[in-house]
């Protein structure tokens, strides 16, 4: 191979790499929150039923 494209690769791999990496930690905590909220979620609606209030509209319909 050409050094010209060897030193291009080697150039570019940080930046990918450092991109791959950056995008599964974003979407690791996307889904943390997600996760998060509909145990919450969850949680509220049991509590809400517990003490008989009627259940809260979803976030859709507000």
């Known amino acids: 191979m ?10 570019l ?3 990918l ?3 791959a990496v950056f995008y599964f930690i974003l979407r690791s905590i996307l889904r943390m929150d997600r ?3 509909k145990a919450y979620a969850r949680v509220e609606a049991e509590e809400r039923a517990k003490r008989g209030l ?3 509209p979803a976030a859709s319909d507000r």
């Not at 050409?2 to 150039?11: Q, R």
């Open 2 to 11: 050409d050094p010209y494209w060897t030193a291009v690769i080697w150039s």
């Open 13 to 15: 791999l940080p930046t």
């Open 17 to 19: 790499a450092v991109s």
């Open 54 to 56: 009627p259940p809260q």
């Open 35 to 37: 996760t998060e909220r």
